[in-house]
């Protein structure tokens, strides 16, 4: 009932702001459904990157396409590897990027049915007397369901032609692969997601901090031969010029208010450029205070996501409990949340683990009513209306100017509060004996 309300409660808003003459979110809905999408975001940067890599070898991929014409491509050289393919099979770009939308569009329902399998698995922890419930399985689908196809990070994504809906589904399953206690393939697909995203390979020196082998096997499994794949194809140069565009991105990050990140609000707040309109051949303007809080916040978000652990999770720590899940979670959020560039799609890989916070706090609350659990689940309910929605204002030009344009970071503060209540839940869970 809660998780439902707060995603209809979500759909109201929506429907609101249909009658009062918006109808964004209406025709990004039936775009996605329909498949009728006119944006590659990431299809036409990695088909760049595919074509430098054949027509000039000798230059790098990363000095032709990143730092000569100023395409943002953004992603490891191994990560190009499916377009390179298609090219030497001489596929029209046309075909490319129907197949890759395609994979992407059954990936959102790949998440309906991860997400549902989360509820499932905690049910048979949490909520013995509806593991068997078809009325209980039904609900429980449902609102997965519309809360996948309401949840505007995932929509988003799969509007504009991203390959993060992808890592959505690779996260999802790693993570209920956890929590049925796969942990050698829940380390497989942490891996394969970042071999996109490379931020994800922090999960190795979580898994090292933690002492969990069985996951940290899994993430090698990928690791090592893909690895050796991606050096014997591209080389080592083009892996130390990614470097350098990484280091470029960081230094500079982006003005445009889709950027929910701590780079993103400090650019808005200091730096004369607008925030209503994407740049495609620059990033932001260099300025020293924004580099600097940049890297003390990134090294803090890491910190704290590596470095806390409560007692109970080491104990815990072998097997899949809500300690060490919530952990998982909190590390999975800390590495989207840190980064320079956070946009608002990268924040699809929440939704499993917003499922597994309702479901934790909801049975705090109901094994013991403490103003602390109460508290918990406010936060979560406001956390998740602010990530999982889209905000007209943020594209008014009334909001665009400092300190107002403070409100055009709705999601990052979404994010924010949702850190704070897997740690406060985290807390909560290590009070009490950890359930197997």
């Not at 889709?258 to 780079?263: A, E, H, K, L, Y």
Request: charged share 15%.
């Amino acid at each position: 009932m809660v998780v439902g309300g707060i995603v209809f409660l979500g759909i109201a808003k929506d429907v609101i702001d249909y009658v009062l003459g918006d109808t964004y979110i209406a025709t990004l809905t039936k775009s996605v459904l329909f498949l009728d999408l006119i944006y590659f975001d990431s299809w036409w940067p990695m088909t760049e990157a595919a074509v430098a890599k054949l027509t000039f070898p000798d230059q790098g991929i990363y000095e032709n396409v990143f730092f000569e014409r100023r395409i943002k491509f953004q992603y490891p050289p191994i990560s190009i590897l499916p377009f390179w393919v298609v090219y030497k099979f001489d596929m029209s770009w046309e075909r490319a990027t129907e197949i890759a939308n395609f994979v992407s569009y059954l990936s959102l329902f790949g998440i309906v049915i991860c997400g549902f399998q989360t509820i499932i698995v905690i049910a048979r922890k949490y909520y013995l007397e509806f593991q068997g419930s078809p009325a209980f399985r039904l609900a429980a689908f449902l609102i997965v369901l519309i809360g996948t196809f309401s949840f505007y990070p995932l929509m988003w994504g799969q509007f504009i032609g991203q390959v993060q809906v992808f890592i959505d589904l690779l996260i999802s399953i790693a993570f209920v692969a956890w929590l049925m206690g796969r942990k050698y393939f829940s380390g497989m697909m942490i891996a394969l997601a970042a071999l996109i995203k490379p931020q994800f390979a922090l999960l190795l020196l979580w898994a090292l901090f933690r002492k969990e082998k069985h996951f940290l096997i899994g993430l090698m499994i990928v690791f090592i031969p893909a690895g050796i794949v991606s050096l014997a194809l591209f080389g080592f140069q083009e892996h130390v010029d990614y470097l350098r565009a990484l280091s470029h991105m960081g230094k500079h990050g982006e003005v445009y208010w889709p950027n929910q990140s701590i780079n993103g609000v400090l650019n808005r707040l200091l730096v004369d450029a607008t925030s209503l309109q994407w740049t495609l051949e620059s990033f932001a303007p260099y300025n020293l205070i924004v580099h600097i809080g940049t890297i003390v916040s990134t090294v803090v978000f890491i910190a704290v996501g590596l470095f806390y652990k409560r007692e109970t999770d080491a104990i815990a720590g072998s097997g899949p409990t809500m300690g060490s899940a919530l952990d998982l979670a909190t590390m999975l959020l800390v590495c989207t949340i840190a980064s320079p560039v956070a946009w608002i799609h990268h924040y699809g890989i929440l939704l499993p683990i917003f499922l597994t916070a309702f479901l934790t706090a909801i049975h705090s609350i109901s094994t013991e009513a403490r103003l602390s659990s109460l508290l918990n689940l406010l936060l979560l309910c406001t956390s998740y209306f602010l990530l999982a929605n889209y905000y007209t204002l943020a594209e008014q030009e009334a909001f665009s100017e400092p300190p107002i344009n403070l409100l055009q970071s709705l999601h990052f503060y979404g994010a924010l509060l949702l850190l704070i209540t897997l740690f406060l839940l985290r807390i909560d869970v290590a009070r009490k004996a950890p359930l197997k």
